[in-house]
């Protein structure tokens, strides 16, 4: 995959991602608060935004949980690093089932009461299976390149 | 129109998981992705194909079914909101007003804010309908779902044409 297309994705993925600390952002600049309910709103498509379970800072909340945001993260990491590596393997379900096997036993675990909800784990849970998770979708896109180059119909 | 059903019917499906109350407490960013890999299968099942699938469909798929989400989402919303005027924007506008207090920010900046809700909320209390709020919507779910939805195509395509390159390299 051409080095401008890793950067794009790079950069998209970082939007996404400094728009989950917007609240955050607010001491450099004040007019982020206007949009704030609006991304709340958008940013609710995608997460239950449960109260207890957002990243606080303060008075600063993200806009999605620990858990997602360490899907995020990690997906961000994973773009950085690919930018350096070239990654060719493919990708079976097992390797995902492996990855996210500590996130459904954290959500398994505290469902039954055996521990109670952890940011920090639910953080690092998500990082393990957003970085993981995202070379899927990497792949799948130097796919669609191939595909598209080659006029594969 | 049968080339569209797994989207239209996963895409329904999404739709209600992210809009109808209760139900959305549930919502999460697999909800979609996973939608869209549901109608991937629904598609080789609907046509019995059991070969390799084109990143290229997978995309296109992955996308109608976003579309379909984004459709029955956002009128679901604005019908729900039509008919209880409740909605998001209403229940949350005295957190709104709290945390505006929180932040340091500029009298004038927290007016504007106050001012741009309060008219949302006049709006849809009295008549369940607010064109800004119904612009936000539209927006949002159809730029989210077809993200989403592209997303859940490209990673759904590896995971089946990797189990399908499997069963081969087995066979």
Redesign the interface.
Known sequence: MRLSIKLVIVLLVLIWCLGIFSEWLIPFNNKITIALPFLHKTYSLVCHQIKTKLITNGSYETMVCARCSGIYLGSLISSIALIFFNFRKSLGIKLLLIFSAPMLLDVFLYTINVYSYSKLIAFSTGLLFGSVGFLYLYNGLRQLFVELNSGKT | MKKYLPSIVCGFGAGVL?IVPFV??????F??PIAAFLALILDQKANHTIGRI???K??YIGLMTGIFAAIF?SAFEIFITFITRQN??IA?FPD?QR??D?????ED??R??LY??QNVRTEILATGFSWIYTL??LV??F???LI?GA?G???G???I???I??SQNNF
Not at chain 2, 24 to 29: L, P
Not at chain 2, 102 to 106: E, H
């Open positions: 992210q959305k407490s549930f919502s999460c960013c909800i979609m084109l990143t290229k997978a995309v989402g998001d924007i949350a709104l945390m505006l929180t932040f340091p920010i500029t900046i927290k504007e804010v741009l809700f936000s919507i949002n779910n730029i989210i779902n989403f997303i195509g490209l990673a395509s590896q995971i044409n990797s189990r390159d499997n």
